[in-house]
């Protein structure tokens, strides 16, 4: 039982150019979410996928677009990568969002760096 | 914007000592308030999480101490251990409805636990 899966672990960019972060969980989850993490700021909520179909933004999409491709996954892209995007990306799964037996499953990160 | 402040940033106890980690929030609406405990080059962890309807949460040496008039909830580690040693990150959320499990963290704390 894998969890959470993330692709890459790491990439370095240059400054315009696009990638997409891949997640796949085999939790059989509804809910999935984007985070990213910086230093002194914690985890701030990119995009988040309630359910199959759905998407919305979260705290700061800005920059960034998703798509739920199945209920298995949710990949993250950046069109046009900018220093400010350097950070670690985390995608998360849970069955039932916001409750004591339901936590969010991470993965274990992609650490981007825009040069 | 919806904040959770957290305090310390970094922590350094001896081995059989208490840890002590505060977090505070604005948002009355919050209704669920985990923490979550990061090792290097991982994802976080759901370590405990609470609901304001109790004042205090024990599982084995983590304790959740929640104060609703205050506004503030606190993570303490018992007994801590070098094994400890880790980020911990406190969060909140609304619950159901459009809150969808949308976690807003706390900035985290770096605990050191010395031998």
């Known amino acids: 039982n894998a969890g959470v899966t993330q692709t890459p672990k790491f990439q370095v960019l240059k400054t315009g150019q696009s990638m997409t972060l891949q997640c796949a969980q085999d939790?059989?989850?509804?809910?999935m979410y984007w985070y990213r993490q910086d230093p002194g700021m914690g985890l701030r909520l990119i995009y988040y996928s309630a359910s199959e179909g759905t998407t919305d933004k979260g705290e700061v999409p800005n920059g960034y677009n998703v798509s739920r491709l199945n209920k298995r996954e949710f990949s993250l892209r950046l069109e046009s990568a900018a220093p400010s995007q350097t950070s670690v990306y985390f995608c998360?799964?849970?069955?039932?969002?916001?409750?004591?037996?339901?936590?969010?499953?991470f993965g274990n990160g992609t650490r981007l760096t825009v040069t | 914007q919806q904040q959770v402040k957290q305090s310390p940033q970094s922590l350094i106890v001896q081995k059989g000592g208490i840890s002590i980690i505060n977090c505070a929030y604005e948002n009355t609406a919050f209704d669920y308030f985990p923490w979550y405990q990061q090792f290097p080059g991982k994802g976080p962890a759901l370590l405990i999480a609470i609901r304001p309807d109790v004042s205090e949460k024990k599982e084995g040496r983590f304790t959740i101490s929640f104060n609703k008039s205050a506004k503030q909830f606190s993570l303490h580690i018992m007994d801590s251990q070098p094994g400890d040693s880790a980020t911990y990150f406190c969060a909140a959320s609304g619950a159901g409805g459009t809150s969808y499990g949308k976690l807003t963290f706390g900035q985290g704390t770096i605990l050191t636990v010395h031998p």
């Open positions: 939790m059989n989850h509804n809910s």
């Open positions: 998360a799964s849970s069955e039932v969002p916001g409750t004591l037996n339901s936590p969010l499953h």
